[in-house]
């Protein structure tokens, strides 16, 4: 499995965008790169993900390094719905998936 | 839009009593996976099940089971429940085991006394 390394947490103003990174140094080559979000007291829900090119999609932005060594999610405009755990899963399939402490960001008004 | 759905939402168990968590999809999903989830930690799976009839453990599968009889219904089956076993269960499903979204169900919070 390939381990990942996620800041513990971050902050940001609502309307400004974010950028939460997300190193997996030992991802393999066909192992995708998931974000999925958990907003309080909910199930994680997906956010987008990708194989080696960027990737958009309404909620966010996913650039991957070029060595696929770390990816960042973008968020453009934060609100505070956006407020969540954060988490960056690299995984061939979905019983591989690891979801680990992830990132928690909070949103300031 | 019903998606995952789990009952109970919340229960508490006394050490040693057994308890099945019901999970339902309505998305024809053949994907069904169990997680749990302590306070402060990421989510770590517990069984999954690959289509009707077939299920496999994931990373923490001991004091649980599974059983798939339909695509719809993936049941956890709680056997003689331990203090350690509190924690919430997340429910999820998708299209397939290498395919889609993975769409998780509410959560159901079990505290074991």
């Known amino acids: ?109 | 839009n019903a998606g995952v759905t789990q009952t109970p939402k919340f229960q508490v168990l006394k050490t040693g009593q057994s308890m099945t968590l019901q999970c339902a999809q309505d998305m024809n999903h053949e994907y069904m996976s169990w997680y749990r989830q302590d306070p402060g930690m990421g989510l770590r799976l517990i069984h999954y099940s690959v289509g009707a009839g077939i299920t496999d453990q994931g990373e923490v599968p001991n004091g649980y089971n599974v059983s798939r009889s339909t695509t719809e219904d993936f049941p956890l089956r709680l056997l003689s429940a331990a203090p350690s076993q509190t924690s919430v269960y997340f429910c999820a499903s998708s299209l397939g085991s290498r395919r889609g979204t993975i769409y998780f169900g509410e959560g159901s919070w079990l505290t074991v006394v």
């Open chain 1, 1 to 109: 499995d390939a381990k990942t390394t996620q800041p513990n947490s971050m902050e940001s103003n609502e309307e400004e965008p974010v950028h939460l990174p997300c190193n997996h140094s030992t991802i393999s080559g066909t192992d995708y790169i998931h974000w999925y979000r958990q907003l309080p007291s909910q199930g994680p829900e997906y956010v987008i993900h990708g194989l080696t090119s960027n990737v958009n999609n309404r909620m966010a932005s996913l650039a991957i390094a070029e060595d696929r060594k770390s990816s960042t999610l973008i968020l453009h405009r934060a609100t505070l719905r956006d407020a969540a755990v954060y988490y960056c899963i690299p995984s061939f399939s979905n019983n591989d998936m690891r979801f680990g402490a992830g990132t928690r960001l909070t949103v300031k008004p």
